[in-house]
């Protein structure tokens, strides 16, 4: 398996959360998120991002048409 490239990762990473271990590192982060029952930030657009909403309701929410 190839390394992570996350300098690659961090041009579409919006990721608002300066702390994150898991920043541009999205097989880590995903896994994260879905353990945890949420999407990633990349599922969502900048401003719902910010929120930190990351819930499948909110992401039904955003993407409903």
Known sequence: MPE???????TWC????????RKG???E???YHLSNKQLPACAFPDEVEKTWDRSFA????CHAG
Do not use: K, P
Request: proline share 0%; aromatic share 8%.
């Open 4 to 10: 992570c490239n996350t300098s690659r990762n961090m």
């Open 14 to 21: 919006n990721c608002s959360y300066e702390g994150c271990s």
């Open 25 to 27: 590192r999205c097989c």
């Open 29 to 31: 982060c995903l896994h």
């Open 58 to 61: 909110r992401f039904i929410a």
